[in-house]
């Protein structure tokens, strides 16, 4: 019996340590604690300038394989940190601008952080000369884009002026074999012509002549039939008319009368977009209208009249709304890429700068690398107690979410929430997504994890998600700091930026980089603040204070907004007949201090002014835009 006890114990050993074996073999080596590290790659030009980084990717490779390990769409810092690397690997980094292969650095890495520094073309310039098909009338007035032909993203673009000259444009050379540019033209909105490959020398100005097929006058005759309701020409019994021509600008550039045959005559325009109208001679009414985009070979036209132009449009239920907007006149600044060790007294001064202010700052922390250095983490801890401090989700490795499935982006952002609740006891609302890329899925992601408010691009919100979820792009970005050495110019171009901001949305988001405010040993960046760069921005902040606005974060500044959605949800029932008109000037009083509605008593509106509220469902024009409309019917009374 012993002995078959003894017998059944060695069977179960070895079924035990055969099913261990293959537990081992399926969990990654990762979890066993392979540790990670981080290299900090700093871009300079090949004259040992700092190089502009905004237009720079980098694909990074491990060991032998061709297949990338990581791979950033956009560095958003010079240096920029690639992170959660695991050491005892060898890795190739590339790196491109504007789409263009631009270079290679290898790093061996042996420690938990290690610096490249990766030489780079410098950009080369060029203009672009646009003529007709003649090749001597220069196109004025058109738009020039430069896109890479890889991705076909354009990189530069801007009109030509009364010789058909763009801007010239200093972009990365084409220095790897089957690397060129696409130029394209475009008059108007739907005329387009393409000319490639185009190809680019670094360090050195060049000129391109394009000549289009287009001609500089199309002298063919043009003829416009005008069409009744029976789709006949129109004739004596339907009245006399005359076809007014328009230029995409709304300028009317000629006209004609229309012949007992129903039609019109014109001849001798440029290539563009046009609009003929129909008009009856009698009293001035417009019958009917059509739009063309003459590219030299149209030469004829109808105009129909629409047999039914009362309908008017009813927003879709799945219409979406884009990026929230507030009357606060509040202004946001962002500190991204929060982590730990990597130039911390930098990221500490830049954050003290506005604590020492008694003002906000909103602190964008990379979930996966915090949380180890007692530097940071005690001066977060320490100050947000006083509420100035707003920290917000940065990503976990700083990863782009379009990339990953919906599941992936809700464990990813648990997981960031998590552990930065854990550690410095705030727990975020706020989701500021790496390349400022997110999707529909990440909205969703966002709604499962009580995360209610994205800084990034701008997007547009489900309409399941409106009210749920809050959109505050960016609207003064990084670069302004880095791309002007003279600090009156950065600070120009970041007032107007604000300024712009605020007219439009009623806030401005403004996204640091703490990469940009510190020293350098002629190399690399070094943990010393860049003292002139700090003040500067000191002065900054106080300028905006001295201007009367609010500076906040962007939690408080999504707090404030809550009570102009509900405004933005009565005009939508408003339109829809869901409520009264009194209901919802009553609506509108409790969420808005205007003398006019509030010193007002009235409660009927005209019916025609609710296709004023469907185009602002629709995005055609502005809250602001509609609220003055009803304004101005008050003051009028046309609303009594």
């Known amino acids: 019996m012993k002995q078959n006890l003894n ?22 080596t990762t979890v066993f604690g392979e540790i990670n590290g981080s290299v900090a790659v700093t871009l300079v030009y090949t004259n040992g300038d700092t190089a502009d980084y905004w237009p720079v990717s980098l694909k990074i490779y491990q060991d032998t394989s061709q297949t990338p390990y990581k791979e950033i769409e956009s560095v958003t ?9 695991p050491i005892n690997h060898q890795y190739k980094i590339v790196a491109y601008a504007d789409s263009m292969y631009s270079s290679v650095s290898y790093v061996n890495l042996q420690q938990s952080h290690q610096d490249v520094i990766m030489k780079i073309p410098l950009p080369g310039g060029i203009r672009i000369n646009a003529f007709y098909n003649d090749g001597i009338t220069p196109i004025a007035n058109a738009t020039v884009f430069i896109k890479s032909a890889q991705d076909n993203k354009t990189w530069a673009h ?64 043009i003829t416009v039939k005008i069409f009744n309701q029976q789709s006949h020409t129109v004739g004596l019994s339907d009245g006399k008319f005359t076809v007014n021509l328009f230029d995409s600008n709304g300028n009317e550039i000629a006209n004609s009368p229309v012949t007992s045959r129903g039609e019109a005559y014109f001849s001798n325009i440029k290539v563009g ?24 070979s149209i030469t004829n036209v109808h105009i129909i009249p629409i047999k039914n132009n009362t309908e008017t449009h009813t927003p879709s239920p799945t219409s979406t709304s884009q990026k929230s907007k507030t009357d606060c006149n509040c202004i946001v600044f962002r500190l991204d890429n929060i982590q730990d060790y990597w130039l911390d007294d930098v990221q500490i001064k830049i954050i003290d700068s506005f604590v020492s202010k008694d003002i ?21 801890k320490s100050e947000t107690n006083t509420g100035n401090i707003d920290a917000a989700i940065n990503g976990w490795n700083f990863e782009d979410f379009t990339t990953l499935t919906k599941n992936q982006q809700t464990d990813l952002l648990r997981e960031s929430r998590s552990k930065i609740s854990h550690i410095i006891g705030i727990s975020p609302i706020v989701f500021i997504p790496p390349y400022g890329k997110a999707n529909n899925d990440t909205l969703y992601a966002m709604g499962d994890n009580n995360v209610t408010v994205i800084s990034g ?18 609207s003064v970005f990084p670069n302004i700091v880095t791309q002007n050495n003279n600090q009156s110019t950065v600070n120009d171009k970041m007032l107007s930026s604000i300024d712009n901001s605020i007219q439009t949305n009623g806030y401005a988001i403004i996204s640091l980089n ?19 760069k700090i003040q500067n921005l000191e002065k900054i902040i106080d300028e905006i204070r001295n201007r009367g606005y609010q500076i906040s974060t962007i939690k408080k500044l999504s707090s404030l907004s809550e009570n102009q959605n509900s405004t933005v949800s009565s005009i939508y029932k408003w339109s829809q007949n869901e409520t009264s008109d009194s209901e919802f000037i009553n609506s509108l009083k409790s969420h808005i201090t205007d003398i006019i509605l509030n010193n007002h008593n009235f409660t009927k509106i005209p019916n025609w002014v609710k296709h004023n509220a469907v185009s602002y469902e629709n995005g055609q024009i502005s809250e602001k835009e509609f609220l003055d409309i009803i304004r101005y019917l008050i003051s009028t009374n046309i609303i009594k």
């Open 7 to 28: 017998i059944l114990g060695s069977i179960q050993k070895k079924i035990y340590l055969a099913v261990f074996s293959v537990f081992m073999l399926s969990i990654p």
């Open 77 to 85: 810092g010079n240096p920029f940190n690639i992170t959660s690397l």
């Open 360 to 380: 906000g700052i909103t602190a964008g922390i990379i979930g996966n690398t915090f949380g180890n250095d007692t530097k940071i983490i005690s001066y977060l």
């Open 273 to 296: 977009d046009y609009t003929f109208k129909a008009m009856k001679t009698d009293d001035g009414s417009e019958w009917a209208n059509t739009t063309i985009a003459e590219d030299g």
């Open 158 to 221: 801007s009109y030509t002026n009364t010789d058909g000259e763009s801007l010239r444009f200093w972009i990365q050379p084409t220095t790897y074999q089957d690397d060129h540019y696409i130029t394209e033209i475009r008059i108007g909105n739907h005329l387009s012509y393409s000319e490639s490959p185009i190809y680019l020398r670094p360090g050195t100005a060049q000129e391109a002549k394009i000549i289009t097929n287009w001609p500089p006058i199309v002298n063919s005759l």
């Open 457 to 474: 691009s701008e997007l547009q919100i489900p309409q399941d998600l409106a009210g749920k979820i809050s959109s505050y792009p960016t």
């Open 514 to 532: 703490f990469q940009d405010y510190a020293m350098t040993n002629g190399t690399i960046k070094i943990d010393t603040p860049d003292m002139e």
